[in-house]
């Protein structure tokens, strides 16, 4: 059977969102981004991708089968954002990467980056074994809540300071099964 379109308003945990990118907009965006990965790293080599955990895994899924070419992924698990719809700030490592990256042409591969030490982090940490090259995709940024500057070679979209929920990106765990992207509806 066919799934529904997703919906224009949705609520979680009591609260009320409203659609703010489509699963068209997202899906077409990402084989944009993977069109332009395979193109890259034609004369590079067999990139892996990072992704981090939880938030990035849908992102990652569907960013890989955008990539018309071959790549490997992995996975980079840090602590979640509890409940709260602010950055906590802390950032805690709770799963490191399996997969051996020294000579690797790695791409980290991020659902959001908001205060930027999330992806700051797992970048350091790659660095620090010595990859052959390291790069870095997200799906969104909040260029107005940066709080450390990191340059993200692959963004899909840029986004207002808002709290987003759906797509991997979670309030309080749920909504990460939605497929469109959902912002808090203040009027509601
Ligand atoms: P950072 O502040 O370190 O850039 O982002 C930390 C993590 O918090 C992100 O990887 C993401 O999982 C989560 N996060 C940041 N902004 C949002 C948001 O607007 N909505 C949701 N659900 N999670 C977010
Ligand atoms: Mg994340
Ligand atoms: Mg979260």
Request: net charge negative; charged share 25%.
């Amino acid at each position: 059977p066919e799934l529904a379109a997703a919906p224009d308003a949705v609520t979680c945990r009591g609260e009320r969102f409203k659609l703010y990118l489509s699963e068209e907009q997202i899906q077409s965006r990402i084989r944009e981004l993977g069109e332009q990965i395979a193109a890259d790293y034609a004369d590079v080599g067999i990139p892996i991708l990072i992704g981090v955990l939880n938030g990035a895994f849908m992102f990652t899924a569907d960013l890989m089968r955008a990539i018309p070419a071959d790549s490997e992924v992995d996975f980079y698990k840090l602590s979640s954002y509890g409940e709260r719809k602010v950055s906590s700030g802390q950032v805690t490592e709770l799963k490191n990467v399996d997969a051996k990256l020294e000579g690797r042409h790695v791409i980290v591969v991020e659902d959001i980056v908001d205060t930027g030490l999330s992806m700051k982090y797992v970048l350091d940490q790659i660095e620090a074994l010595n990859p052959a090259s390291l790069r870095s995709a997200t799906l969104l940024r909040k260029p107005e809540a940066a709080k450390v500057e990191v340059d993200v070679d692959y963004v899909g979209f840029d986004i207002d300071n808002l709290f987003v929920i759906g797509y991997g990106l979670d309030y309080g765990q749920l909504a990460r099964n939605l497929r469109a992207i959902y912002i808090l509806d203040e009027e509601a």
